[in-house]
Protein backbone atom coordinates (compact mmCIF):
# COMPACT_ATOMS: atom_id res chain seq x y z
CA UNK A 1 0.00 0.00 0.00
CA UNK A 2 1.26 3.32 -0.81
CA UNK A 3 0.28 6.73 1.28
CA UNK A 4 0.81 9.89 1.42
CA UNK A 5 0.17 13.26 3.12
CA UNK A 6 0.91 17.12 2.18
CA UNK A 7 2.70 18.52 5.31
CA UNK A 8 1.98 22.02 3.77
CA UNK A 9 1.64 23.18 0.92
CA UNK A 10 1.67 27.57 -0.60
CA UNK A 11 4.30 30.21 -1.14
CA UNK A 12 5.06 29.63 2.64
CA UNK A 13 6.69 26.14 2.63
CA UNK A 14 5.63 22.71 0.76
CA UNK A 15 6.66 19.20 1.80
CA UNK A 16 4.73 16.05 1.13
CA UNK A 17 5.39 12.81 2.73
CA UNK A 18 5.26 9.35 0.70
CA UNK A 19 4.84 6.19 2.21
CA UNK A 20 5.68 2.63 0.73
CA UNK A 21 3.80 0.30 3.48
CA UNK A 22 5.87 -3.12 3.87
CA UNK A 23 6.98 -5.06 6.72
CA UNK A 24 9.77 -2.39 6.58
CA UNK A 25 7.62 1.34 5.59
CA UNK A 26 9.43 3.11 3.24
CA UNK A 27 9.60 6.74 3.40
CA UNK A 28 10.27 9.67 0.93
CA UNK A 29 9.94 13.60 1.61
CA UNK A 30 9.16 15.43 -1.46
CA UNK A 31 10.65 19.15 -0.86
CA UNK A 32 11.20 20.64 2.59
CA UNK A 33 10.06 24.39 2.42
CA UNK A 34 9.77 25.31 5.90
CA UNK A 35 12.06 25.36 8.80
CA UNK A 36 13.48 22.32 10.85
CA UNK A 37 11.29 23.11 14.10
CA UNK A 38 8.36 23.52 12.01
CA UNK A 39 8.91 20.42 9.92
CA UNK A 40 9.43 18.63 13.08
CA UNK A 41 5.86 19.48 14.70
CA UNK A 42 4.46 18.45 11.10
CA UNK A 43 5.80 15.22 11.19
CA UNK A 44 4.78 14.60 14.72
CA UNK A 45 1.54 15.53 14.10
CA UNK A 46 1.89 12.47 11.23
CA UNK A 47 2.79 10.68 13.69
CA UNK A 48 6.84 10.75 12.52
CA UNK A 49 10.26 11.59 13.47
CA UNK A 50 12.26 13.38 11.08
CA UNK A 51 14.32 9.91 12.17
CA UNK A 52 11.98 8.25 10.17
CA UNK A 53 12.44 9.75 6.86
CA UNK A 54 14.54 7.68 4.04
CA UNK A 55 14.86 10.05 1.22
CA UNK A 56 14.26 13.46 0.63
CA UNK A 57 13.84 14.51 -3.10
CA UNK A 58 13.54 18.44 -3.44
CA UNK A 59 12.19 19.34 -6.82
CA UNK A 60 14.03 22.72 -6.95
CA UNK A 61 16.31 25.75 -5.45
CA UNK A 62 13.14 28.33 -3.87
CA UNK A 63 12.64 28.39 -0.33
CA UNK A 64 9.66 27.27 -0.79
CA UNK A 65 10.81 23.88 -1.66
CA UNK A 66 14.04 23.24 -0.56
CA UNK A 67 13.95 24.97 3.13
CA UNK A 68 15.57 23.00 5.53
CA UNK A 69 16.86 20.42 3.15
CA UNK A 70 20.38 20.69 3.65
CA UNK A 71 20.30 20.62 7.85
CA UNK A 72 17.91 18.18 7.97
CA UNK A 73 19.76 15.66 5.88
CA UNK A 74 23.10 16.13 7.48
CA UNK A 75 21.44 16.26 11.08
CA UNK A 76 19.79 12.91 10.17
CA UNK A 77 22.17 11.33 7.56
CA UNK A 78 19.43 11.15 5.34
CA UNK A 79 20.45 11.18 1.44
CA UNK A 80 18.96 13.76 -0.89
CA UNK A 81 17.91 14.30 -4.30
CA UNK A 82 18.10 16.62 -6.54
CA UNK A 83 19.18 17.75 -10.60
CA UNK A 84 22.49 19.34 -10.80
CA UNK A 85 21.10 22.59 -11.53
CA UNK A 86 19.28 22.54 -8.40
CA UNK A 87 22.46 22.06 -6.76
CA UNK A 88 24.37 24.50 -8.71
CA UNK A 89 21.28 26.81 -8.36
CA UNK A 90 22.02 27.30 -4.29
CA UNK A 91 26.20 27.73 -4.49
CA UNK A 92 26.78 23.97 -4.40
CA UNK A 93 27.13 23.32 -0.93
CA UNK A 94 28.61 19.88 0.59
CA UNK A 95 26.17 17.66 1.39
CA UNK A 96 28.76 15.08 2.98
CA UNK A 97 28.62 11.94 0.84
CA UNK A 98 24.47 12.55 0.78
CA UNK A 99 23.83 14.17 -2.43
CA UNK A 100 22.31 12.24 -5.35
CA UNK A 101 21.53 13.65 -9.08
CA UNK A 102 18.42 13.12 -10.17
CA UNK A 103 17.79 13.73 -13.97
CA UNK A 104 14.90 14.43 -16.30
CA UNK A 105 12.85 10.65 -17.23
CA UNK A 106 15.48 9.04 -15.21
CA UNK A 107 13.80 6.58 -12.95
CA UNK A 108 15.46 6.51 -9.32
CA UNK A 109 14.95 2.84 -7.56
CA UNK A 110 14.45 3.14 -3.88
CA UNK A 111 13.65 -0.47 -2.95
CA UNK A 112 10.34 0.15 -1.80
CA UNK A 113 9.73 3.05 -3.55
CA UNK A 114 10.82 3.52 -7.41
CA UNK A 115 10.39 7.88 -8.57
CA UNK A 116 10.28 9.20 -12.02
CA UNK A 117 11.41 12.34 -12.38
CA UNK A 118 10.53 14.90 -15.29
CA UNK A 119 11.26 18.60 -16.15
CA UNK A 120 9.22 20.86 -16.32
CA UNK A 121 8.86 24.72 -17.39
CA UNK A 122 9.41 27.02 -14.25
CA UNK A 123 11.42 30.28 -13.53
CA UNK A 124 14.66 28.59 -11.98
CA UNK A 125 17.76 26.35 -13.09
CA UNK A 126 16.31 22.83 -13.51
CA UNK A 127 13.43 21.98 -12.04
CA UNK A 128 11.97 18.41 -12.01
CA UNK A 129 8.41 17.05 -10.85
CA UNK A 130 7.84 13.79 -10.34
CA UNK A 131 5.61 10.35 -9.89
CA UNK A 132 6.03 7.82 -7.38
CA UNK A 133 4.93 4.22 -7.68
CA UNK A 134 5.59 1.03 -5.49
CA UNK A 135 4.84 -0.79 -8.20
CA UNK A 136 1.20 -1.40 -7.70
CA UNK A 137 -0.39 2.10 -7.13
CA UNK A 138 0.82 5.34 -8.93
CA UNK A 139 1.49 8.91 -7.21
CA UNK A 140 2.26 12.18 -9.54
CA UNK A 141 3.26 15.56 -8.26
CA UNK A 142 2.81 18.71 -9.97
CA UNK A 143 3.41 21.90 -8.90
CA UNK A 144 5.35 25.23 -9.28
CA UNK A 145 5.05 25.51 -13.51
CA UNK A 146 3.80 27.48 -15.84
CA UNK A 147 2.54 24.83 -18.69
CA UNK A 148 2.00 21.22 -19.21
CA UNK A 149 4.24 19.78 -22.18
CA UNK A 150 3.24 16.80 -23.91
CA UNK A 151 6.19 14.89 -22.01
CA UNK A 152 4.73 16.11 -18.93
CA UNK A 153 1.34 14.75 -19.49
CA UNK A 154 3.10 11.55 -20.72
CA UNK A 155 4.87 10.85 -17.09
CA UNK A 156 1.01 12.01 -15.00
CA UNK A 157 -0.89 8.53 -17.21
CA UNK A 158 -2.41 6.36 -14.97
CA UNK A 159 -1.56 8.29 -11.94
CA UNK A 160 -3.77 6.51 -8.48
CA UNK A 161 -3.57 10.50 -6.54
CA UNK A 162 -2.52 13.38 -7.93
CA UNK A 163 -1.35 16.22 -6.58
CA UNK A 164 -1.65 19.02 -8.56
CA UNK A 165 -1.06 22.86 -8.49
CA UNK A 166 -3.78 24.89 -8.75
CA UNK A 167 -2.07 28.53 -8.02
CA UNK A 168 -4.42 31.55 -8.56
CA UNK A 169 -7.17 31.98 -10.08
CA UNK A 170 -7.22 33.99 -13.15
CA UNK A 171 -9.37 37.26 -12.09
CA UNK A 172 -8.05 37.43 -8.55
CA UNK A 173 -5.04 37.33 -9.75
CA UNK A 174 -5.69 40.69 -12.32
CA UNK A 175 -7.53 42.39 -9.67
CA UNK A 176 -4.67 42.03 -6.99
CA UNK A 177 -2.28 44.55 -5.64
CA UNK A 178 0.52 42.60 -7.48
CA UNK A 179 2.86 44.90 -9.50
CA UNK A 180 2.50 44.17 -13.06
CA UNK A 181 5.59 42.34 -13.16
CA UNK A 182 4.70 39.82 -10.56
CA UNK A 183 1.47 39.15 -11.89
CA UNK A 184 3.20 38.42 -15.46
CA UNK A 185 5.73 35.90 -13.40
CA UNK A 186 3.01 34.00 -11.50
CA UNK A 187 0.28 33.84 -14.78
CA UNK A 188 3.10 33.21 -17.12
CA UNK A 189 4.80 30.51 -19.43
CA UNK A 190 7.32 29.53 -15.88
CA UNK A 191 5.27 30.74 -13.50
CA UNK A 192 2.15 28.78 -11.58
CA UNK A 193 -0.72 27.19 -12.49
CA UNK A 194 -4.22 28.82 -12.68
CA UNK A 195 -7.42 26.95 -11.46
CA UNK A 196 -8.20 27.03 -15.04
CA UNK A 197 -4.86 25.44 -16.32
CA UNK A 198 -4.67 22.76 -13.50
CA UNK A 199 -8.55 21.86 -14.13
CA UNK A 200 -7.18 21.21 -17.97
CA UNK A 201 -4.84 19.16 -17.04
CA UNK A 202 -7.11 17.11 -14.18
CA UNK A 203 -9.44 16.27 -17.31
CA UNK A 204 -6.99 15.43 -19.48
CA UNK A 205 -5.29 12.81 -16.67
CA UNK A 206 -8.59 11.83 -15.27
CA UNK A 207 -9.82 7.58 -15.52
CA UNK A 208 -11.54 5.36 -13.45
CA UNK A 209 -8.12 4.27 -11.45
CA UNK A 210 -7.99 8.27 -10.22
CA UNK A 211 -8.68 8.03 -6.59
CA UNK A 212 -7.47 11.42 -5.36
CA UNK A 213 -7.32 14.51 -6.54
CA UNK A 214 -5.25 17.32 -4.18
CA UNK A 215 -5.23 20.81 -4.78
CA UNK A 216 -2.17 22.39 -3.80
CA UNK A 217 0.16 25.26 -3.62
CA UNK A 218 -2.76 27.81 -3.57
CA UNK A 219 -1.92 30.87 -3.18
CA UNK A 220 -3.50 32.69 -0.06
CA UNK A 221 -4.14 35.96 -1.53
CA UNK A 222 -4.99 35.50 -5.34
CA UNK A 223 -7.00 31.80 -5.04
CA UNK A 224 -9.66 30.51 -2.51
CA UNK A 225 -10.27 26.72 -1.77
CA UNK A 226 -13.83 26.73 -2.93
CA UNK A 227 -12.65 28.19 -6.54
CA UNK A 228 -9.85 24.86 -6.98
CA UNK A 229 -12.19 22.71 -6.13
CA UNK A 230 -15.20 24.24 -8.14
CA UNK A 231 -12.67 24.12 -11.94
CA UNK A 232 -11.30 21.06 -10.74
CA UNK A 233 -14.33 19.16 -9.83
CA UNK A 234 -15.69 20.66 -12.98
CA UNK A 235 -12.70 18.99 -15.32
CA UNK A 236 -13.54 15.60 -13.44
CA UNK A 237 -17.58 14.97 -13.11
CA UNK A 238 -17.22 14.76 -9.32
CA UNK A 239 -18.59 16.96 -6.01
CA UNK A 240 -16.46 19.87 -5.30
CA UNK A 241 -16.18 17.69 -2.10
CA UNK A 242 -14.33 15.25 -2.94
CA UNK A 243 -11.48 17.49 -4.03
CA UNK A 244 -8.87 17.29 -1.42
CA UNK A 245 -7.54 21.05 -0.85
CA UNK A 246 -3.80 20.87 0.56
CA UNK A 247 -3.74 23.78 3.62
CA UNK A 248 -0.82 25.91 4.05
CA UNK A 249 0.09 24.78 7.64
CA UNK A 250 -2.19 22.06 8.05
CA UNK A 251 -1.42 20.17 4.98
CA UNK A 252 -3.90 17.24 4.31
CA UNK A 253 -4.41 14.23 6.30
CA UNK A 254 -2.57 10.74 5.14
CA UNK A 255 -4.50 9.37 1.70
CA UNK A 256 -4.00 5.83 1.14
CA UNK A 257 -4.20 4.26 -2.45
ZN1 LIG B 1 6.59 26.92 -4.87
ZN1 LIG C 1 8.91 27.58 -7.43
Known sequence: MLRFRSLGSGSTGNATLVEACGLRPFRLLIDCGLGI???????????????????????????????????LALRHRIPVWMSQGTHAATGAPDYDGLLRMARDAQAID??????TPFAVAHDV??????SCTDGAAKLGILTDLGHATPQVMAHLQACHALLLEANHDT?????????????????????HLSNRAAAAIAGALTHSGLRHLVAAHLSQRNNRPALAQ?????????NASDIVV??????TPWLEL
Open 230 to 238: QALSEALGC
Open 37 to 71: RQLGMRLAAAGLQPADINAIFITHEHGDHIGCARA
Open 246 to 251: ADAVSG
Open 171 to 191: DLLAQSSYPAFLKQRVGGDHG
Open 125 to 130: KEPLQL
Open 110 to 115: LGGLQL
